[in-house]
C-alpha cells in the first residue's frame, strides 16, 4: 500500500486564519535553497537529469509551537513553480480536519459573516456612480419603491438639480473637466444631502435627485444654501476659473402620490 503523501508548514497567524476563511486558496515558499532542495525531484530522461516539482496530496498546516498550536489538514490539488514570483505555489482544496483552532465551531458563522460583508460591499459598488461617488439611478428606482410604502411616506421629498450649462464646460474645457465638475457636485450634494435625512442620486449626466423626508418650511433656506454651497467652489483652469451653478426643483409625495410623477414635478419645477 502506497504510504500517503503528506507534508508540514509552519505559517503566521493571518495566513493560518485566511486559509481557514478561505480568503485565500494558494500559500507560497520562496524558492530558497531549503525550499528548492524539498521541492524538487530529480529525475533521468533520455539520460539527462531534470528536475520536476514534487506533488503532495495534503498539507499539514500549523501555527505556534507546543502540543496545543492550532493546526489543519487540506487538500493540496498541485505545487507550482512561480518564476515570475520565485517561489513555489501550493493550490489549497478543502478542510479535512483542524484542531484547537480559536474558530473552532464557530468557523462556519464566521465565513457566513465575511461573505455577507464582501456581499454588501458588492451591492454597495453595483448601487454607486463612479464618477461621483453618489447613489445611482437603479438605487433610486428601489429607495423610492421602499420610500413610499413606508409609514412616513407623505414626508418624502424630491430635490431635482440640474447642473447649469454642463455641455458648454465640457465643449470648452475638455471632458477631464466635466469630470471634475461632476465629482465635486458630488461631494456637496452627499452632504446636503445628509443635512436633509435623505440620500442623492445621479438621475443622467446632469441631473441629480435628492430624496429626503424634510418639513416643506426648511425647505427656502435649503435651496440657497446648497447653491451658495456649489458655487462657492471654484475650478481652477488655466483658460478661466470655472464656477458651477444649478437649478433646483421641488415636488413632495403627498402631492402626487406617483413616483414618476414626483419626479416629473421637480424636474418641471426647476428654477
Not at 533521468?44 to 496530496?57: A, G, L, N, R, T
Amino acid at each position: 500500500m502506497q504510504k500517503e503523501n503528506i507534508y508540514k508548514l509552519l505559517v503566521s497567524k493571518d495566513i493560518f486564519e485566511d486559509i481557514l476563511l478561505i480568503k485565500t486558496q494558494t500559500l507560497e515558499k520562496q524558492a530558497s535553497k531549503h525550499w528548492k532542495k524539498e521541492l524538487y525531484e530529480p529525475k533521468i530522461v533520455d539520460d539527462k537529469i531534470i528536475y520536476e516539482v514534487k506533488q503532495i496530496s495534503k498539507l499539514f498546516i500549523s501555527n505556534g509551537l507546543g502540543n496545543d498550536k492550532p493546526s489543519l489538514i487540506i487538500e493540496c490539488n498541485r505545487v507550482e513553480f512561480s518564476k515570475e514570483k520565485d517561489c513555489f505555489v501550493f493550490n489549497l482544496g478543502k478542510v479535512i480536519e483542524q484542531k484547537n483552532t480559536t474558530m473552532g465551531e464557530n468557523y462556519k458563522d464566521n465565513l457566513i459573516e465575511q461573505l455577507l460583508k464582501e456581499k454588501e460591499l458588492m451591492q454597495n459598488d453595483i448601487n454607486k456612480d463612479y464618477l461621483t461617488n453618489i447613489f445611482n439611478r437603479r438605487k433610486l428606482e428601489y429607495d423610492l419603491d421602499v420610500f413610499t410604502n413606508q409609514s412616513n411616506s407623505s414626508f418624502l421629498t424630491a430635490l431635482f438639480i440640474n447642473i447649469n450649462s454642463f455641455k458648454a464646460i465640457n465643449s470648452n474645457f475638455g471632458q477631464e473637466i466635466g469630470d471634475k465638475v461632476l465629482g465635486v457636485l458630488g461631494k456637496k450634494l452627499r452632504k446636503h444631502a445628509k443635512y436633509l435625512n435623505g440620500h442623492a442620486y445621479r438621475y443622467e449626466s446632469d441631473k441629480f435627485v435628492i430624496l429626503c423626508f424634510v418639513a416643506k418650511e426648511q425647505l427656502d433656506s435649503s435651496f440657497i444654501d446648497i447653491k451658495r454651497d456649489i458655487s462657492s467652489e471654484v475650478i481652477y483652469h488655466p483658460k478661466e476659473d470655472i464656477t458651477i451653478n444649478v437649478g433646483i426643483g421641488v415636488s413632495f409625495y403627498n402631492e402626487t402620490n406617483s413616483k414618476s410623477k414626483m419626479i416629473y414635478e421637480a424636474l418641471k419645477n426647476l428654477k
